[in-house]
């Protein structure tokens, strides 16, 4: 049967199925139940709070880190172009001597 055709049942009619001997201890069990979820959904906000900093302080690295590379970029670049420009200037004074 698919779930449009079934007879929608409320908690009360399945509950009055059950024993009364069993009652108290379902209930005793649905309350556990629902104080270990409160407990894991606080420590689940913990965590979300948590992860929120510490995401703001990577991205803080990622910026330190970009400008580094920046930073390295340029001064390797400036003395490819040096070292590029001393080599040419070596050779030709080394043909020019012989």
């Known amino acids: ?5 079934r007879p929608q049942t409320s908690t009360s009619s399945r ?3 059950v024993p009364s001997s ?15 979820l409160t407990a894991n959904l ?3 906000e ?10 703001e302080s990577m991205r ?3 910026g330190y880190t970009g400008g580094m590379f920046m930073a390295a970029s340029k001064v390797l670049g ?8 001393a080599d040419s200037s070596n050779g ?3 043909e020019q001597e012989t």
Do not use: C, F
């Open 15 to 17: 509950l009055s199925t």
């Open 1 to 5: 049967m698919s779930q449009a055709t």
């Open 22 to 36: 069993q009652k108290p201890r379902q209930i005793s069990h649905l309350h556990s139940q629902l104080a270990q």
């Open 92 to 94: 030709e004074q080394h």
């Open 60 to 62: 803080g690295l990622g």
């Open 42 to 44: 606080s420590d689940l």
């Open 46 to 55: 913990n965590l979300l709070s948590i992860t929120a900093g510490q995401a």
């Open 78 to 85: 400036e003395e490819t172009v040096r070292g590029g420009a």
